[in-house]
């Protein structure tokens, strides 16, 4: 399963890995160079260098996201999820299965991004490990909302509903471009129920040090959140629900 | 030209000595949400290296039993057993004995042919280099050979059917189960999936098989059973399932026009009526012969040039039991 999952990755290359490459190169170009020169430093880092760690999990996040979800409700779609479920493949494997091929994606854009982001700015690595810990952790879990997403999906329409009324505007509001400190008190209360918020600021802290949250907390937030959504989506695999009659 | 496989493997010798029927179906039921009862209660035995044909109308429980044996339906009540091995707790081995066919092509339409059925071996814990020995095999058997490195989306649909056989049989299962695996297939590519068949039951492969064409299962299967209404109606040898016909209707057709049926006296166990000024057609009661039917023309000087059975066998046989009107 994970061959096939990494080889549809690779297969639809310019489908999986380039657009979002293009897409933060573009947010790296206009508001890190163009109108991050204006804004100045924040704390003692540049304004791109500040965004930097929010684009890649941004990346990592909407590629792990869809990957499973597509690669799930295309294979409902075709039938061919029907393969999986007349063989012998455990509920824990197959889920497995769909969640190695979504970190794969995610981690590998989320590289390819950071790589691109070397050429505008070089970027410090103060705490490589909780940086590696929290971009697996995310793309896990988001590997495993998509798979959840894809099994309650009945049409192309409802994989798209989540990324575009859900992740976007929590990714964007997840301090992504903007220390939370910087926003008045009651925003900034209503932030930290924001999931999003934790993972990138886990993730800047690996690189910059800087971080609006306790590390602690959001890694072991992060944990949990995995724990039960692995749980769920092993439920309804195992169940059937919305695979088999 | 289909050799597979050429000798019956020893697992199936094993089962045979186990006498461990292929497939043991007891009090199966299944309710959908909604309430509709597609299965009432079924049981059935399907023995080891039979030929086995599942056969009813439209709606009459015919997918949702294979559905289920396949692990795609969940049943509401009753046990399933497959070579011995009970689809609830010992699943991953029923599964293993298990290679299917479904009705409607069901592969990753933009995969290359041959990943499509090397990825299936992968579920099924077939090592890459086994699967890749075996796909030349049975893609030479199939006559997909040339479409090896073809997306599944640009096969016809006859092949698309022999690409789902060879997925089916790669894991080398010891019960395959066919859905329709004849429908909307030209008759030429059809009689060779038919003698291909043959040869793997012929080689200790339990074969189950839906089909529409009763000529096929007549043809092929030593036993039938007929599902209605979601209960089995008739289950048996396909051959003594046929004695059960009271009656059999044939066409012959003369050498001369005839034009005196209705002065000829009766004849005892047929009834016969002009279809034409060159054709008959005769109902022959099970007691009576075609001999005794062909003498009695020739006598009053009609000659018959050729016959044939007005429909199959079996067709009467399953329009006889499942006809409420």
Known sequence: MTRKETLRIFRIWTQTLLPSVISTSLYFLIFGSFIGSRIGLIGEVTYLQFIIPGLVMMSVITNAYSNVVASVFSAKFQRNIEE???????????????????????????????????????LPMTHPMIAIT????????????????AIFARKFDDIAIVPTFILTPLTYLGGLFYSIKDLPLIWQKISFFNPILYLVNSFRYGFLGISDISVSVAVISMGVLIGIMWCVALFLLHRGIGLRQ | MLLYPKSTPLRYYTLMLENLPAIHIHQLTKTYP????????????????????????????????????????????????????????????????????????NFNIFEPCWQIVVNQAGYYGVPRDVALKRLDVLFDQLGLSDKRNEQAKNLSGGFKRRLMIARALIHEPRVLILDEPTAG????????????????NNGGMTIILTTHYLEE?????????????????????????LQQLN???????????????????????VALRQLDPLCLEADIDQNHTLTELITYLQIHGITVGRI??????????????????
Not at chain 2, 308 to 325: G, I, Q, S, T
Request: some cysteine.
């Open chain 2, 34 to 105: 909604g309430g509709l009862q597609a299965l009432k209660g079924i049981d059935l035995t399907v023995r080891e290296g039979q030929f086995f044909a599942l056969l009813g109308p439209n709606g009459a429980g015919k997918s949702t039993t294979i559905s289920i044996l396949c692990s795609l339906v969940n049943k509401t009540g009753g046990t399933v057993s497959i070579c011995g091995h009970n689809i609830d707790t010992d699943w991953s081995k029923a599964k293993t004995c298990l290679g299917v066919v479904p009705q409607e092509f």
């Open chain 2, 185 to 200: 297939v030209d008759i030429s590519l059809r009689r060779s999936m038919w003698q291909f068949l043959q040869e793997l």
């Open chain 1, 134 to 149: 929290t971009i697996i952790g995310t793309a896990i879990l988001f590997s495993l909302l998509g798979f959840v997403n």
């Open chain 1, 84 to 122: 999986l479920l007349v063989s012998p493949l455990t509920s824990t494997v197959i889920l497995l299965g769909y969640v190695v091929g979504g970190v794969m994606r995610g981690v590998i854009v989320g590289f390819l991004v950071f790589l691109v982001s070397l050429y505008f700015t070089a």
């Open chain 2, 247 to 269: 009656a059999e209707s044939f066409i012959l057709y003369c050498t001369a026009p005839i034009d005196t049926l209705s002065a000829l006296p009766p004849i005892s166990g």
């Open chain 2, 308 to 325: 044939r059975n007005k429909a199959n066998r079996l067709e009467e046989l399953f329009l006889k039991l499942v006809n409420h009107d």
């Open chain 2, 217 to 241: 299962a007549e043809a092929l299967c030593k036993e039938v059973a007929i599902i209605d209404h979601g209960k089995i109606v008739t289950h048996g040898n396909t051959q003594d399932l």
